[in-house]
């Protein structure tokens, strides 16, 4: 049985799901060459390839979902936290960084969180698209922002996890607590 997914080209058109494609596209090859610099490797096209069939899926997936949110709560539009939480969640779960089969010495997979690619992606994606990252850090702490961000990708290789998280994630970002923490240290 073949499944029409023409709604969502008269709810939102073809050229604004052929735009989110190529943003997705493009954002993961960047992130692709990013890593491969850090892991200073050349030839990323060797060894890892963006997989059009799976941002495909991730295009009618999360446009899915944003038609079911907007139809089910009466809104025109989705805000930008949700935007970036339903991509970044279907960007985590599709996987569409792909490792090619033997290209990696089993030394290198071991030694580097490329396996791990997607959840960064997601997670890289999410931040791109809910802060502006061409200005200044305004945390002071950036160490703890880091443990964050660890303990963010821990949560997405082996914990359950939704489009919500996503969006409780960014707002928790967003806010800060009005009072201190506890040590509890001290115990």
Request: proline residues 3%.
């Amino acid at each position: 049985m073949q499944i029409s997914y023409d709604f969502l080209l008269e709810e939102f058109t073809e050229e604004k799901l052929k735009n989110r494609f190529i943003f997705i596209v493009q954002k993961a090859e960047l992130w692709i060459n990013h890593c491969f610099r850090q892991l200073q490797l050349q030839n990323p096209e060797n060894y890892l390839t963006v997989n059009h069939d799976l941002v495909g899926e991730i295009i009618v997936d999360y446009f899915t979902d944003i038609y079911r949110m907007k139809k089910f709560h009466p809104i025109k539009k989705s805000n930008a936290i949700k935007v970036a939480s339903y991509t970044a969640y279907w960007v985590a779960r599709k996987k569409p960084i792909q490792i090619k089969i033997n290209q990696f010495s089993d030394d290198i997979i071991k030694k580097s969180w490329l396996i791990y690619i997607n959840e960064s992606f997601a997670m890289m994606l999410l931040f791109a698209m809910a802060f502006d990252q061409t200005k200044s850090p305004i945390v002071n702490d950036l160490e703890k922002f880091n443990t964050f961000s660890d303990s963010l990708r821990y949560h997405l290789i082996y914990r359950t996890y939704s489009q919500q998280t996503f969006e409780l994630t960014l707002m928790a970002l967003q806010s800060e607590f009005p009072y201190p923490m506890l040590n509890h240290n001290n115990s």
